[in-house]
Each structure stands twice: as structure tokens, then as C-alpha cells.
């Protein structure tokens, strides 16, 4: 028997999830095949059906990864970052990935989904529940420093955060001159404005 | 032959809308069927069809009915007004929608459908593009009265006061705590920080 080389799995599913990626964004996940998948990805059926068991399972896997990478940067922070700064790069970060045409297509049909889907609403809302929480728990120090007004409750100014970057996306389907290069800085401007120390309510 | 009469008429159309909004919202617009509207319209389906020949026709009514709305508010705003003030009772408004559990997921069901339908979309971007011009006018009129930063580009502005409102129907399918009556002075805060005159960049 064969032994399994996890490096080389995990390389094979990250290539699928690629391929499946730019199928869904291209096609939308209900039009795109599996032997479409296949052909993207340069496998036979057998080959994904072993890494995947379904197209549901790849859109899981893109859920999780985008997930772990989120958590990764927030847990990355130590005392030395400058916590504010932290937050508003991480906001350039979500911009830019919202001005690739292809990730912001394929993050459109994934929330579409899982307004069908309730294993993917499942898996999307824990992802965002960690994600608030990580913002909350990265206000709390900004503001122990200083840098984020006080009288606000982080929780709930996470939650209006995340509410601006989800924002960003249903822009992206609604308005077509919404240019999200452009619209970095006052993503960047909003937060801060609502955050800063010291503003009169 | 009988006459037709434009308030019934109109008032048949309304009934049908509600009920059938309804119906969206607790079963969600793909399962539910015509029969469905029917009978919690109280009318037989040769009645329903003489007003709407499709089950998207009502939701196209209903989509309008928004948009005719939304542009009522704004049009009625003149040089007595206060304009931030304005702006800042509409969004007080769009949360007591929000609150509105048979609204928010009959929002959250229309904008699924769009993702599917594109003469709804094209129908809800053209309705968004107006909101935008109504607000980025209102904004225009507040900066040349001082109560708005006269830094901000009004169309740009505007553009992320509409995020923020898409934001709040995403976290309401995302985030089962969030509740709209806890948060609608916090979408006064995030707009008033933002817009406010005076403010640093």
C-alpha cells in the first residue's frame, strides 16, 4: 500500500480548491461541473474524488482556509503591534482582495450559497463569529493604549466593522463603478473616524 | 364590459404583495408556490394572475415599491430640512426595518434572488444607484451648510452610507445577535464620526 504523504495531499486539495475556485467565480457553483473542475485542475474524476466528495465539500474547504488565514493574522499580534495599524492594514488586506475579480466573484456566489445551503451558513457564521471576536479582543488593547475611544463596546464595534466589510461585497454586486483600489483609503477613513479616541458622541 | 378602477386595482396589488411577502419570508421565495399566496392572499389563482402573471412580477412590484418609497423620502426633504438630521432619521428608519423579522428576511430572500435573477438585479442597482444620488445630494446640501465634512466626495460618501445599510441585512444573516434595535444609534454614531464637519483624515 501506498503511504500517504500529507504535504503532497495537502498540495494536491489546495490545487483543486484553486482550480474549483476559478470555475465557480468564472461559471457560478451550480453551473460548474465536476468534470469541469477536473479539466481546471488537470485530474481525472477518480483523482478529486479522492481529495473531495463533493463540490459542497471544496466550497467547505475555501470557507475553512479563508478562515484559518483570518485567525492566523489576528493571532499573530503581539504587545509590540501597533494594534490600530494592525487593524486598518488588515482592512487594506480585505480591500485588496475585494479589487481581484475572481476572489470577489467567487466570495459572491459562496455567500449566495449559503443562503441555500445550511452547513455553509453554519460554517461561514462561526468563521464570522471568531472573526468579531479577534477584532474585539484586538479593540480591547487598542483601547487600553489609547488608541480606540473607550466608550465604545468592542463587541459591538467589531460587529459594525464586519458589518462594513461585508458591506464592501454586496457593493461589489450592486454598484459597478464601486472601484474597491479607490475605496481602500475610506474604508481606512470610516474606521478610523469611528474608532478614534477621544470623539465626541 | 366592467371598469376598471385604479385604487382597487391598486389596493388588490398591495394585498397580493403582502401576502406573498409573507409567504417569502417564512418559506422562502423558491418554495413557495402560487397556491400558497393564494390562500393567505384569500383570492383564487385566476384572480392572482389577472395582477401578476409571475411569482417574479411580485417580487419586481415589491422591489419598486421600495425604490418609489425610498425616493419619496428624499424628494419631500427641502431647504427647511435638516439635512444631516434627515439622513440620520433614514437610517433610524432602515433599522426599524431591519427589526422587522417578516422584512429582514424577506430582504435577506429578494437579495438571494438577485444573485439569480439579473433583471432583478438590474432592477435593485438601478434603485441603489438612485438611493446613492439621493443621498450624495442630501450630503451636497449638508456640506454647504457646514454640517458635513466638505472634504468628503458626496457620491463617495454615499457609497459607503449605502455599505453600511448592506451591512446590516449580511449581519443579520450572519450573526443571530445582532439586534437591530441595540444597534440602530450605533449606525448614527459610525455616519455621524464619518460625515462629521471639522474631522481630521
Given amino acids: 500500500m501506498r503511504k500517504i504523504d500529507p504535504e503532497r495531499q495537502q498540495a ?9 475556485g476559478n470555475c465557480f467565480a ?21 483523482n478529486l474524488f479522492h481529495y473531495f466528495d463533493s463540490k459542497s465539500a471544496i466550497v467547505e474547504a475555501i470557507v475553512e482556509e479563508e478562515r484559518a488565514d483570518t485567525a492566523a493574522y489576528f493571532a499573530a499580534l503581539d504587545e509590540s503591534s501597533d494594534l490600530l495599524e494592525a487593524l486598518l492594514d488588515f482592512l ?3 480591500m485588496a482582495f475585494a479589487a481581484d ?26 468563521g464570522d463569529a471568531q472573526t468579531r471576536a479577534d477584532i474585539a479582543r484586538l479593540l480591547r488593547g487598542a483601547m487600553a493604549n489609547g488608541q480606540v ?8 464595534a467589531a460587529s459594525w466593522i464586519v458589518a462594513l466589510i461585508d458591506g464592501v461585497f454586496s457593493r461589489l454586486a450592486m454598484d459597478p463603478g464601486f472601484d474597491p483600489q479607490r475605496e481602500a483609503p475610506m474604508l481606512r477613513l470610516v474606521v478610523s473616524r469611528f474608532l478614534k479616541a477621544g470623539s465626541a458622541r
Same sequence: chains 1, 2.
Avoid: W
Wanted: one cysteine or more; charged letters at 25%.
Fill in 12 to 20: 494536491k486539495r489546495r490545487q483543486i480548491m484553486e482550480a474549483a
Fill in 101 to 126: 475579480k475572481t476572489y470577489a466573484r467567487l466570495a459572491l456566489e459562496i455567500a449566495a450559497e449559503a443562503t441555500r445551503n445550511p452547513a455553509i451558513n453554519t460554517q461561514m457564521a462561526a
Fill in 92 to 94: 487594506d488586506a480585505v
Fill in 149 to 156: 475611544d473607550a466608550g465604545l463596546e468592542p463587541e459591538q
Fill in 26 to 46: 468564472r461559471r457560478g457553483f451550480h453551473a460548474t461541473t465536476t468534470a469541469e473542475i477536473c479539466a481546471e485542475a488537470g485530474m481525472s474524476p477518480g
